[in-house]
Nanobody, 122 residues
Framework: QVQLVESGGGLVQTGGSLRLSCTAS????????MGWYRQAPGKQRELVATITSGGRTNYEDSVKGRFTISRDNAKNTVYLQMDSLKPEDTAVYYC????????????????WGQGTQVTVSS
């Protein structure tokens, strides 16, 4: 069974920084895309950023220039460096990964972390 464990959330003032980490463990043959999503109270979960195994990144418009996604393939870990944080960034942040967890090439499943709270005070 595969698990994603997140860490690094917390409370920070406007303009501050936080770094989120998410590590995948278990029966993993390979990891394709890894990413971060967030869900604010009363809103739908939205994409924040993704990164492929080759390092290609994609960002939601409101975080471009402020957030940086990266990954360490050897550690099965994805990071989200969040700078210049704003109150509207307050949400529960979830890690997501498309993981090949079986011998067949099409044994790929999407896994989610448990979520970590990020609160930005004004």
């Amino acid at each position: 069974q595969v698990q994603l464990v997140e860490s690094g959330g917390g409370l920070v003032q406007t303009g501050g920084s936080l770094r989120l980490s998410c590590t995948a463990s278990g029966l993993i043959f390979s990891i394709n895309v890894m990413g971060w999503y967030r869900q604010a109270p009363g809103k739908q979960r939205e994409l924040v950023a993704t990164i492929t195994s080759g390092g290609r990144t994609n960002y939601e418009d409101s975080v471009k220039g402020r957030f940086t996604i990266s990954r360490d393939n050897a550690k099965n870990t994805v990071y989200l460096q969040m700078d210049s944080l704003k109150p509207e960034d307050t949400a529960v942040y979830y890690c997501n990964a498309d993981i090949r967890d079986g011998w067949r090439s099409y044994d790929v499943s999407a896994y989610w972390g448990q979520g970590t709270q990020v609160t930005v005070s004004s």
